[in-house]
């Protein structure tokens, strides 16, 4: 059975950039794809991107291109997410989920708190 | 882009009470591509069902979904006190972004 471990929570100022890990603890196969989904407070679920571990390959919401990057190392069956020029408005939890060749998200991680704050 | 609308926000009600959960798409999806999580308090979001009525493993029976075209319906035929939680609809498929609705909060009445 496939789990997903994340890194712990992370307070970071304004400007700054934040790596999430999360580890894929592998039952039987390889997930066909990692997504990173945020909530902010009290608020709902917003997908960010996904990647495709085994050929490297990322699919972004248009909202987080040019800021979001997510990155795997196959060694250690790691998959990273790294959020730059980080504002209040990016304080949330990141939760990365095991995704589906049809983005269906069937198995999430714990999530990791981002907290930004000067 | 897929915009998915739950209804109610919140619906407070009692234990073994049943209930359904409403989530409306704002264009004709398919129903294969329409699924349902559950999110308690503090915790990561679960999923139940996927392909609109199919349960995940451990998703208790009283769990159901219906639906088809732009309304679908998640049920709960008797409601255990772990169902008070938030109740998340998404649409996947081939194409992106993977969007949710806005969640519906079911509260002990």
């Known amino acids: 059975q496939v789990q997903l471990l994340q890194s712990g929570a992370e307070v970071k100022k304004p400007g700054s950039s934040v790596k999430v890990s999360c580890k894929i603890v592998v039952g039987f196969s390889t997930p066909f794809a990692i997504s990173w989904v945020r909530q902010a407070p009290g608020q709902g679920l917003e997908w960010m991107g996904r990647?495709?571990?085994?050929?490297?390959?990322?699919k972004l919401a248009h909202k987080f291109e040019g800021r979001l990057t997510s990155t795997a190392d196959r060694s250690t069956s790691t998959v990273y997410m790294e959020l730059s020029s980080l504002t209040s408005e990016d304080t949330a939890t990141y939760f990365c989920a095991t995704t589906t060749a049809v983005n269906l998200l069937d198995l999430w991680g714990q999530g990791t708190l981002v907290i930004v704050s000067s | 882009e897929i915009v998915l609308t739950q209804s109610p926000d919140t619906l407070s009600v009692s234990p073994g009470e049943r209930v359904t959960l409403s989530c409306r798409a704002s264009q004709i999806i398919s129903s294969i591509h329409l699924a349902w999580h559950q999110q308690k308090a503090g915790q990561a979001p679960r999923l139940l069902i996927f392909g609109t009525s199919t349960r995940e493993t451990g998703t208790p029976d009283r769990f159901s979904g219906s639906g088809s075209g732009t309304d679908f319906t998640l049920t709960i035929s008797r409601l255990e006190p772990e169902d008070f939680a938030v109740y998340y609809c998404q649409h996947y498929g081939d194409s992106l972004p993977i969007t949710f609705g806005q969640g519906t909060r079911l509260d002990i009445k």
């Open positions: 990647l495709t571990p085994l050929v490297g390959t990322t």
